[in-house]
């Protein structure tokens, strides 16, 4: 894997695990207007996966192998606006 693939794919710890994200990684269908996948992230739009459900965790893991095929390639946001 290059050095920036593995960086993409590194969980990193929260910075403050008492804190909400205030950042959603939004993953956008490129079939269906207005229908994605939502998931809590830092700034950067790393996913502290330990902290999602186990179902959250395989959509998680479903859209980030199928982006390109179902999904729009991710986009961080503030959550709550869109």
């Known amino acids: 894997?290059?050095?920036?693939?593995?960086?993409?794919?590194?969980?990193?710890?929260?910075?403050?695990?008492?804190t909400p994200a205030?950042?959603?990684?939004?993953?956008?269908s490129l079939f269906v207007e207005g229908r994605?996948?939502?998931?809590?992230?830092d700034a950067r739009g790393a996913v502290q996966m330990d902290?999602?459900?186990e179902r959250a965790r395989n959509n998680y893991l479903y859209a980030r192998a199928v982006v390109g095929r179902?999904?729009?390639?991710p986009a961080v946001r503030l959550k709550g606006l869109h």
Do not use: W
């Not at 994605?36 to 992230?41: E, K």
């Open 1 to 18: 894997m290059t050095p920036a693939l593995v960086d993409e794919m590194t969980i990193h710890p929260p910075d403050d695990p008492q």
């Open 70 to 73: 179902e999904y729009r390639t």
């Open 51 to 53: 902290t999602l459900t």
């Open 22 to 28: 205030a950042f959603e990684l939004r993953f956008d």
């Open 36 to 41: 994605g996948l939502s998931f809590p992230c």
